[in-house]
Each structure stands twice: as structure tokens, then as C-alpha cells.
């Protein structure tokens, strides 16, 4: 099989090869050079560029149109729904400024093609062109900026005390741990020289404010409707926590604690109820089935998104947000640090 292949590649470079040569000859037949373009090769390109703009056009939007359904389902936080707004808004600009540009372009070589009878046009310098295309690019770019840096600000805010949860998400390679800060709503201190079997995320086991600190292995819960401030960290590597139907993503980087919160709308759930979703999972439970692999319910994620290394796939770890009553049922059954510590 690979011998026909190399084979076929071989007898096309012979036979484009022989091509070449045809042309040439009848170049030297007609008496002009290769390198002479005559204005029927002019006028035929300018047209295959008309040609070649509609078919690009098309499938373009065939693109968008096939895919579409692929995406992720309507944000789950209050702050998701903001970024998704300024995500439309990019994506609507972009495309009105790539169909513009892309159909100036096309349709300018098809305009003026090269023709013998024809001279271009010594034109060096304009003003109010100049003026034109530096203020509206320079418009459109601090409305996205200043939108995002007000967004930005808000995600960074810390939450308000009275609904606040606090959770410490620790990575390492290849797992998450996530932290909750207690009765208290404080997280203890932490000491990366007191790392052990043990007490895997290094806490400081002197600070009296992580003893009822909750650690949480595969999956946690977090509360509908509450401000939930995550605080990263990692041991080894830059990872990144990345909660997608959030919309939210933060680097964990050693030897420093980085920071977000966001506002959780919906509860898995009602998640699993929503329109969108349920088509998603069909789509993914019939791709299952044809591998023989078990359906698979819609959960929350907790995903790395950085390349970390060889299991970074795998790095993942379930969320489920719960009602309150459920979070609180869920919180009471998980095991306190002084606990474990004692043992
Ligand atoms: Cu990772």
C-alpha cells in the first residue's frame, strides 16, 4: 500500500513535470515568455477571484452554520452572561469587518485586473483616508477595552461578605483539591515545607484558622445564587482552572495565590432540563453508544487548561451546584481538617 502511494506521488511529479514542459513549448510556439502575463491571463485570474470569493464566503457560513450547535450552552453565572455579550459583540464586529475587507479585496483584483490599455493611478497620499481608518479601529478598540476592563474588575472584586463561599482550588500534577474555608470563612494559612503524604495541599498545621477547613477530592459543590470567590493555587507547574459553562478561567501558578469569583445561576439540575443541553448529550450519548461506552448525564466541570504534562486530560474534577438546602446537607457530611490531622 505505501509502495502505491510513493508510486503515485512519483508518477504525479513525472507528469507535472511533462506539463511544464507542454507549456513551455507552446510558449515558444506563440513566441512569448513564461514570464509574460498577456491580458486574457489577466482577465481569467481577475474572474477566478470573483469565483473564489463566493465559494469562500459560502463556506464560511456553511462553517458557522455546521458547527454552531457544537458550543457551549447558555452561561450558568451571572458574570458568564457578561462575557458572553462582549464575546457576541467581538464576534459580530470581526465578522461585518471580514466580510467588508475580504469583499474589497476579492472584488478590487477582479476591478482592476491587469489590462495593456489601461495605466494606474500615482496616488500617494490622502488625509481624511489616513484620519478614517486610524479613528474607527481606534473606537472600536476602546469600546472592547473599556467593556472588558469594566467586566474584568467586577470578577475581581471580592465577594460580599454576607453571601460569600470561599473555596481554595489546589492543583498539582495531575489533580485538583478544593478547599472550603469552613465555619469561619477563613482558609488557613498555608507552607509549601509542610507538604506531606498527609496533608497534601500544605496547610500550615499551626494556624488555628484552617482547622475546620473542608478538603475535597473528584468533585464539590457550590450553593445557587451566591457570591463564590475561588482562590488558586498550584505545587509544581502553572495549570489553569478553567470552568466553561462559567465562563471562567484562571491560571494556577506556583508560589502565588491567584483570583476570581462568579454568581452560579442555574443548578445542575435545571442545567440538565435546558433545551440546549439536552441536545448536546444526545449528540454525545449517540457518539457513545456507537463506541459501546455507557450515556453520560451533563455535569459541571472543573477542567485544566494549560498543557501541563502527560495526564493533563484527565485533570478534571466535577462541579455540582446544589440549592442552598442541598449544599448545606452536602457541606455537613464532608470531613473537617483537625480530623484528619489527628488520626
Ligand atoms: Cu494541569
Known amino acids: 500500500m505505501n509502495f502505491l502511494v510513493l508510486l503515485a506521488i512519483v508518477l504525479l511529479i513525472i507528469a507535472g513535470h511533462q506539463l511544464l514542459k ?5 510558449r515558444s510556439l ?15 485570474m481577475g474572474k477566478t477571484m470573483l469565483v473564489f470569493m463566493v465559494f469562500f464566503f459560502a463556506f464560511f457560513f456553511w462553517q458557522v452554520n455546521r458547527w454552531i450547535d457544537r458550543s457551549l450552552p447558555p452561561a450558568a453565572s451571572e458574570q458568564g452572561v457578561k462575557i458572553d ?7 459580530y464586529l470581526i465578522t461585518f469587518v471580514f466580510l467588508v475587507t475580504n469583499f474589497v479585496l476579492f472584488f478590487f483584483a477582479y476591478k482592476y485586473r491587469g489590462n495593456s490599455k489601461r495605466e494606474a493611478v500615482y496616488y500617494p497620499h490622502n488625509n ?15 469600546f472592547i477595552i473599556i467593556f472588558g476592563l469594566k467586566y474584568w474588575n467586577e470578577i475581581m472584586t471580592p465577594a460580599e461578605e454576607a453571601d460569600r463561599v470561599t473555596i481554595e482550588l489546589y492543583a498539582k500534577q495531575f489533580d485538583w483539591t478544593a478547599r472550603y474555608a469552613g465555619k469561619d470563612g477563613k482558609l488557613g494559612e498555608t507552607d509549601f515545607r509542610q507538604i506531606s503524604g498527609s496533608n497534601s495541599v500544605g496547610m500550615d498545621t499551626s494556624d488555628v484558622a484552617g482547622f475546620d477547613d473542608i478538603l475535597v477530592k473528584n468533585e464539590f459543590h457550590i450553593p445557587v445564587g451566591r457570591e463564590i470567590e475561588f482562590h488558586m493555587r498550584s505545587r509544581d507547574v502553572i495549570h489553569s482552572a478553567y470552568m466553561p459553562h462559567f465562563r471562567a478561567q484562571m491560571n494556577c501558578v506556583p508560589g502565588m495565590v491567584t483570583f476570581f469569583k462568579f454568581k452560579p445561576t ?4 435545571e442545567m440538565r432540563k ?7 448529550m444526545e449528540g454525545i450519548n449517540k457518539q457513545r453508544e456507537k463506541e459501546g461506552k455507557e450515556p453520560v448525564e451533563f455535569d459541571y466541570v472543573l477542567l485544566c487548561n ?6 493533563h486530560y484527565n485533570m478534571q474534577m466535577n462541579i455540582v451546584v446544589d440549592t442552598e438546602a442541598g449544599y448545606k446537607t452536602w457541606l455537613a457530611k464532608q470531613k473537617v481538617v483537625k480530623k484528619v490531622a489527628k488520626k
Request: with cysteine; proline share 3%.
Open 22 to 26: 507542454i507549456i513551455e513549448l507552446s
Open 30 to 44: 506563440k513566441k512569448t515568455k513564461e514570464w509574460q502575463v498577456s491580458d486574457s491571463d489577466n482577465d481569467f
Open 85 to 91: 455579550a462582549l464575546w457576541d459583540a467581538n464576534m
Open 128 to 142: 481624511k483616508l489616513e484620519m478614517l481608518w486610524t479613528v474607527v479601529p481606534a473606537v472600536a478598540l476602546a
Open 266 to 269: 442555574k443548578t445542575t439540575a
Open 274 to 280: 435546558d433545551p440546549y443541553v439536552i441536545q448536546l
Open 306 to 311: 494549560k498543557i501541563c504534562g502527560a495526564s
